[in-house]
Nanobody, 129 residues
Framework: QVQLMESGGGSVQPGESLRLSCTGS????????IGWFRQAPGQEREAIAA????????YYADSVTGRFTISKVSAKQTVYLQMNSLKPEDSGMYYC??????????????????????WGQGTLVTVSS
């Protein structure tokens, strides 16, 4: 059974940084599409970044391109989300999930949250002055 757990959330001021971690078990980390999603209060959960753990290919939503970086350490079965230049609109619950898209490229969009499964419990990010 695939299990994912997020950590690293917190409260920061605009312009500051955070690094989120997503640690998994029960699956082959080396050949999966793992994504980060966020959900602000009253809004739908949206995909913001994904990584193919086999080749390291990365994908980003326009809203975070240039500010967020997704990466992996396979030996730790962990995917990270480095978030820089945070804005108040980045606030929300952040989740990681395994995405049923081979290499994050095939069978549909990696941004389709219906393709995501094995959600973690989420970690809260608050950006406020």
């Amino acid at each position: 059974q695939v299990q994912l757990m997020e950590s690293g959330g917190g409260s920061v001021q605009p312009g500051e940084s955070l690094r989120l971690s997503c640690t998994g078990s029960g699956y082959t980390h080396s050949s999966n599409c793992i994504g980060w999603f966020r959900q602000a209060p009253g809004q739908e959960r949206e995909a913001i970044a994904a990584i193919y753990t086999g080749g390291g290919n990365t994908y980003y939503a326009d809203s975070v391109t240039g500010r967020f970086t997704i990466s992996k350490v396979s030996a730790k079965q962990t995917v990270y989300l480095q978030m820089n230049s945070l804005k108040p609109e980045d606030s929300g619950m952040y989740y990681c999930a395994a995405i049923d898209r081979p290499r994050c490229q095939y069978g549909g969009s990696w941004r389709d949250r219906n393709a995501a499964a094995s959600w973690g419990q989420g970690t809260l990010v608050t950006v406020s002055s």
